[in-house]
């Protein structure tokens, strides 16, 4: 191993896993693992590319040096980022698979017992398929899920670098608020997110942010089409924030106009669904039982709304096309997982169809403790009001003459009070 000092972790991280790994292979019973999963591969190593659609693999022996196949042109990567001194690079015009077989002779394992991450998508049946009918005298069996045993819990380096993804997620977040007025359209909000979370230091995520307004809110996982948002109108919001490509992702809601009763109660349950995860959530419950925490609370509603998803996924190392571990991990009905210290989530409270044609959201990022649960924000949960996008003659045309304050979910704070004297006056 290179202990270079310039990764993204100091050389002892890496070492700790790579040793934990060899702990999981040894209890398999394995003599070495084919790591094609490029969130994998990153965990260990410390390399990335967007060249991920081309075949790369990280071998890691039991005893032997771990050694890389890449594509001739992603080498640099391994070179320039990583602790991996051993690579065997194919050209264009060469076969990938064929240089994993060859390499896996070349370092006596073609007769050994070699574990492979059979679901992954990036190493296709196609190919598994050559590997079965070459190395005919190895036994070759799935691995899926040997590294992310180990990256489920992140280590206290990792929670302080996801306070780094936070930090660009809020400053994106702040931001699209702001931004969202009657008169813009999502294309300005998605670009004022995006400059923002950027210039907070924050990296290419996986997912660009979610940006809906009004009826095309009901869309599941739409995100800005130039549509124009209208006096009375609501934006929704979703926005995750990525540095060395570890992610944390929040949601949240901008209304144009005046706080109905139906959003009021929104907002209210979904605060009431995070408030009473921060207080009972613990180490040692399940999966399960945390999504029936939330599901519970966001389902007994009277304004047509409902949890149509997971309430929750598990968060961090990503590559497009999504800024989830959920495969990994999911708060779903049913699961027995268990929670445990270092466990990092979304926790998505939202609601689907708020009288039936609204989707709202607040979300958390947050992270397990010895004792409970943290959240990576500090920023305000409740709805952002922009009261004047109510009236039709004051319609913003120009994303310049939004005003940006420091803080502009300020105004938020006081939805609550506003709404109990309307409520009164209404009386």
Excluded at 70 to 83: F, P
Excluded at 251 to 274: C, F, P, V
């Amino acid at each position: 191993m290179n202990k270079r000092e310039d990764m993204t972790f100091a050389p002892e991280e890496y070492e700790r896993r790579l040793f934990e790994l060899r702990q999981r292979i040894e209890a398999r019973c394995l003599d070495a693992v084919v790591i094609t999963d490029p969130e994998n591969i990153m965990y260990l190593t410390d390399y990335q590319t967007t060249g991920y659609s081309f075949f790369q693999a990280l071998i890691v022996p039991l005893e032997q040096e771990p050694f890389m196949i890449t594509r001739a042109l992603e080498e640099s990567n391994v070179i320039h980022r990583t602790w991996v001194q051993v690579t065997r690079p194919y050209p264009d015009t060469g076969d990938a698979i064929q240089m994993l077989v060859d390499a896996l002779r070349e370092f006596n394992l073609a007769d050994k017992r070699i574990g492979y991450e059979r679901n992954s998508y990036f190493f296709p049946a196609y190919q598994q398929d050559f590997i079965h009918t070459t190395l005919t005298s190895a036994k070759l069996l799935d691995c899926f899920g040997i590294v992310e045993e180990g990256r489920i819990c992140k280590s206290a380096a990792e929670i302080e670098l996801m306070r780094k993804a936070a930090f660009a997620t809020e400053a994106g977040m702040k931001a699209g608020l702001a931004a969202s007025v009657a008169g813009v359209t999502e294309n300005d909000i998605a670009a004022e997110i995006c400059s923002a979370m950027f210039r907070a230091g924050g990296e290419a995520p996986s997912v660009m942010p979610y940006v809906t307004s009004g009826p095309r809110t009901m869309i599941g996982h739409a995100t800005w089409e130039g549509r124009k948002v209208l006096p009375g109108e609501h934006v929704f919001l979703e926005v995750g924030g990525c540095y060395r490509r570890y992610h944390t992702a929040m949601m949240r809601t901008a209304i144009n106009g005046e706080l109905t009763d139906s959003m009021y109660k929104s907002q209210e349950l979904m605060k009431l669904a995070l408030t009473t995860l921060h207080d009972y959530v613990q180490p040692g419950m399940t999966v399960s039982d945390v999504d029936n925490l939330v599901r519970n609370i966001i389902s007994h509603n009277d304004v047509g709304a409902r949890l149509v998803t997971r309430s929750g996924y598990s968060i961090g190392i990503a590559f497009p096309p999504s800024w989830d571990e959920g495969y990994i991990c999911s708060l779903k009905q049913g699961d027995s997982t268990i929670l445990r210290e270092g466990m990092t989530f979304h926790i998505i409270p939202w609601m689907w169809g708020v009288d039936g044609n609204k989707t709202c959201g607040i979300s958390d990022t947050i992270y397990v403790t010895d004792t409970g649960i943290q959240s990576f924000f500090s920023l305000d949960k409740d709805f952002t009001l922009h009261p004047g996008s109510g009236n039709s003659n004051e319609i913003i045309t120009d994303i310049s003459k939004v005003s940006k304050p420091e803080l502009p979910d300020v105004q938020s704070k006081e939805n609550d009070s506003k709404h109990k004297k309307k409520k009164a006056t209404d009386a």
